[in-house]
């Protein structure tokens, strides 16, 4: 049997490694929330790890947001 994920501590400790923060949430909506209300780092660029499933929900709530908001939050 293959494994092919990660626990979130790997991938945390993984990131500390290259000098990168990382936050862990319940779930992508209050995930994708925080990233874009993140004032610290200018990048627009969000890292989303897991399942096709999760950056297919991350696609659905990033449409249905009003574009506006979005870019002024990022």
């Known amino acids: 049997h293959f494994h092919r994920g990660h626990s979130v ?9 290259c000098g990168m ?14 990233a874009m209300n993140d004032k610290q780092d200018s990048s627009p660029a ?12 991350a696609l659905a709530l990033l449409e249905s947001s009003s574009q506006d908001v979005l870019f002024e939050k990022m």
Do not use: C, K, P, W
């Open 9 to 17: 501590e790997g991938l945390r400790d993984a990131l500390a490694q």
């Open 21 to 34: 923060t990382s936050t862990v949430h319940a779930n992508i909506s209050e995930a994708l929330q925080a």
């Open 46 to 57: 969000i890292l989303l790890t897991g399942s096709l499933y999760l950056v297919g929900e």
